[in-house]
């Protein structure tokens, strides 16, 4: 049985008994009002779910009375009711956001009793969808912005600050793995563009030849595979955000081109002779330090402005060790639920070494720690031994770059800048060779700002066997990834 509220705002004592009776009959409890001035209050205090409301009333005009409840940020929905239906009346109320306008005729009560059904159902798939937008903002919002540093803090407040501007470009830089994703995915949905789309891409993921068709789009036969148009992400991002990370591996022929769009918010496909007006906040991510790109000749530098007219720099985990074991006990509760574990507390032992390692990979590499400890942990307590080697030796572990170029004179790890090092050892709970695999080629991207050929050179390999080790161990960061707490 329906246990909807209806208020019935009428100064006719008739006319609301008769409604009283009706809407009985279909199942509502019903509540009052002679007057505006009453309707009012009792919306407020008995919190109905739909208003049937007059437009002729004692004190207040209905219309009034809709717009006050609109004003107070009302959400229920309201039908307006008359004898005497007059267009300025109906344009005014359903403007305001009336849900349905119904003349008081013989027979009026079957129309309404679909009005109100009508109504009810509307409000109810309204609800539905803002808890699910609720849930991708919880999901993508400040609560996933761990930490209990300053530095976190401030960048916390300034990003909300921004997201609710009207900024349309904003650049995110950051090491890899500070969670430039997450920061870019707030700015999204804290902004008033949240109901629109949300399109993230990595420039580095596509070629070039491909790059225009993608962001752009292309009209039929433009080229030889372009059978039919296509809209590119600008379009489809449209009154939304898109993200472009790693912008600094955009080509300068594509930075021009993205500039004119910044500058004029038009496009124009590949192929095409029309310009295509839109409507898109761009938020630039890089790891790379843009403003020594555009100083070596390998980044425009009207674009660079154009794009840090807005600048937000998220520091580096090493730099606020305040928040690594807000970050650890983050995860814990997070790998809890989906590994189905009951870890109740880090380890002393193991909060030492989280605490005292230097974090080249940052949170994501955190995260990562955390997840395999997780995995491996079977008692109640996570403790060091199922940490991996990059965190367990602490103290032992060279980097990158040191590993690539030392040699073992038998004494320990000679390096080519003539440092020793000790011997290397394993950790108490021992470890695979996989493992040192995986810490090896992220500490080489750390090292290497995340440039894989710089990466690859590091470890003597190719770039394509980088790649092929990246996607193995699921280093290659994609749009699905789930993103990593700042």
Same mark, same amino acid.
């Given at each position: !049985?329906?246990?909807?509220?209806?208020?019935?705002?009428? &100064?006719?004592?008739?006319?609301?008994?008769?409604?009283?009776?009706?809407?009985?009959?279909?199942?509502?409890?019903?509540?009052?009002?002679?007057?505006?001035?009453?309707?009012?209050?009792?919306?407020?205090?008995?919190?109905?779910?739909?208003?049937?409301? &007059?437009?002729?009333?004692?004190?207040?005009?209905?219309?009034?009375?809709?717009?006050?409840?609109?004003?107070?940020?009302?959400?229920?929905?309201?039908?307006?009711?008359?004898?005497?239906?007059?267009?300025?009346?109906?344009?005014?109320?359903?403007?305001?956001?009336?849900?349905?306008?119904?003349?008081? #005729?013989?027979?009026?009560?079957?129309?309404?009793?679909?009005?109100?059904?009508?109504?009810?159902?509307?409000?109810?798939?309204?609800?539905?969808?803002?808890?699910?937008?609720?849930?991708?903002?919880?999901?993508?919002?400040?609560?996933?912005?761990?930490?209990?540093?300053? %530095?976190?803090?401030?960048? !916390?407040?300034?990003?909300?600050?921004? *997201?609710?501007?009207?900024?349309?470009?904003?650049?995110?830089?950051?090491?890899?793995?500070?969670?430039? &994703?997450?920061?870019?995915?707030?700015?999204?949905?804290?902004?008033?563009?949240?109901?629109?789309?949300?399109?993230?891409?990595?420039?580095?993921?596509?070629?070039?030849?491909?790059?225009?068709?993608? +962001?752009?789009?292309?009209?039929?036969?433009?080229?030889?595979? *372009?059978?039919? #148009?296509?809209?590119?992400?600008?379009?489809?991002?449209?009154?939304?955000?898109?993200?472009?990370?790693?912008?600094?591996?955009?080509?300068?022929?594509?930075?021009?081109?993205?500039?004119?769009?910044?500058?004029?918010?038009?496009?124009?496909?590949?192929?095409?002779?029309?310009?295509?007006?839109?409507?898109?906040?761009?938020?630039?991510?890089?790891?790379?330090?843009?403003?020594?790109?555009?100083?070596?000749?390998?980044?425009?530098? &009207?674009?660079?402005?154009?794009?840090?007219?807005?600048?937000?720099?998220?520091?580096?985990?090493?730099?606020?060790?305040?928040? $690594?074991?807000?970050?650890?006990?983050?995860?814990?509760?997070?790998?809890?639920?989906?590994? %189905?574990?009951?870890?109740?507390?880090?380890?002393?032992?193991?909060?030492?070494?989280?605490?005292?390692?230097?974090?080249?990979?940052? $949170?994501?590499?955190?995260?990562?720690?955390?997840?395999?400890? !997780?995995?491996?942990?079977?008692?109640?307590?996570?403790?060091? %031994?199922?940490?991996?080697?990059?965190?367990?030796?602490?103290?032992? #572990?060279?980097?990158?770059?040191?590993?690539?170029?030392?040699?073992?004179?038998?004494?320990?790890?000679?390096?080519?800048?003539?440092?020793?090092?000790?011997?290397?050892?394993?950790?108490?709970?021992?470890?695979?060779?996989?493992?040192?695999?995986?810490?090896?080629?992220?500490?080489?991207?750390?090292?290497?700002?995340?440039?894989?050929?710089?990466?690859?050179?590091?470890?003597?390999?190719?770039?394509?066997? +980088?790649?092929?080790?990246?996607?193995?161990?699921? +280093?290659?960061? #994609?749009?699905?990834?789930?993103?990593?707490?700042?």
């Amino acid at each position: !049985m329906p246990s909807e509220k209806v208020l019935i705002v009428d &100064d006719e004592k008739l006319v609301r008994w008769s409604l009283r009776q009706k809407c009985q009959e279909w199942g509502y409890q019903v509540v009052e009002a002679e007057n505006g001035t009453s309707a009012l209050r009792i919306a407020r205090t008995e919190a109905p779910d739909i208003v049937l409301l &007059d437009v002729r009333l004692p004190d207040l005009n209905g219309v009034d009375v809709l717009r006050q409840l609109k004003q107070n940020g009302d959400a229920r929905a309201v039908i307006m009711i008359t004898a005497d239906a007059r267009v300025d009346d109906v344009k005014s109320a359903i403007k305001l956001g009336a849900f349905d306008f119904v003349e008081k #005729t013989p027979d009026f009560h079957d129309e309404l009793e679909v009005a109100i059904k009508n109504a009810l159902e509307a409000t109810r798939l309204r609800r539905e969808v803002e808890s699910l937008r609720g849930e991708v903002r919880r999901r993508a919002g400040f609560h996933e912005v761990v930490g209990a540093s300053s %530095k976190i803090k401030e960048l !916390m407040e300034f990003v909300h600050k921004v *997201a609710a501007s009207e900024a349309t470009t904003i650049l995110i830089q950051g090491e890899s793995g500070t969670g430039k &994703d997450l920061v870019a995915k707030t700015l999204h949905y804290e902004s008033s563009r949240q109901e629109k789309p949300w399109i993230a891409i990595n420039c580095s993921a596509i070629p070039d030849t491909l790059m225009e068709s993608e +962001l752009f789009g292309h009209e039929r036969g433009a080229f030889t595979d *372009a059978k039919t #148009t296509k809209k590119g992400l600008f379009e489809a991002a449209d009154g939304g955000t898109l993200f472009l990370d790693e912008i600094g591996e955009l080509s300068p022929l594509l930075q021009a081109k993205l500039l004119r769009v910044l500058e004029d918010q038009v496009i124009r496909r590949v192929g095409g002779t029309r310009d295509i007006q839109v409507d898109v906040r761009v938020v630039a991510a890089s790891n790379r330090d843009l403003e020594r790109g555009v100083r070596e000749g390998q980044f425009r530098q &009207d674009l660079y402005y154009r794009l840090a007219i807005i600048s937000i720099y998220i520091p580096p985990l090493r730099e606020r060790k305040e928040d $690594v074991l807000p970050l650890a006990e983050f995860f814990v509760g997070r790998y809890n639920k989906k590994f %189905k574990k009951n870890i109740q507390r880090i380890s002393d032992d193991a909060r030492t070494l989280l605490t005292t390692h230097s974090w080249p990979g940052n $949170v994501r590499e955190l995260k990562n720690a955390i997840e395999r400890a !997780m995995l491996l942990e079977d008692d109640t307590v996570l403790s060091r %031994k199922y940490l991996p080697f990059a965190v367990a030796q602490q103290g032992s #572990t060279m980097t990158a770059y040191e590993v690539s170029s030392a040699r073992d004179n038998g004494n320990g790890a000679q390096l080519a800048n003539g440092k020793t090092l000790p011997r290397l050892s394993l950790p108490e709970g021992g470890t695979s060779l996989e493992e040192i695999e995986r810490a090896m080629v992220e500490l080489a991207m750390a090292k290497a700002n995340n440039n894989q050929t710089h990466a690859a050179r590091l470890l003597d390999i190719s770039r394509d066997a +980088l790649r092929y080790k990246l996607k193995k161990f699921g +280093l290659i960061q #994609t749009e699905e990834e789930e993103g990593a707490p700042a």
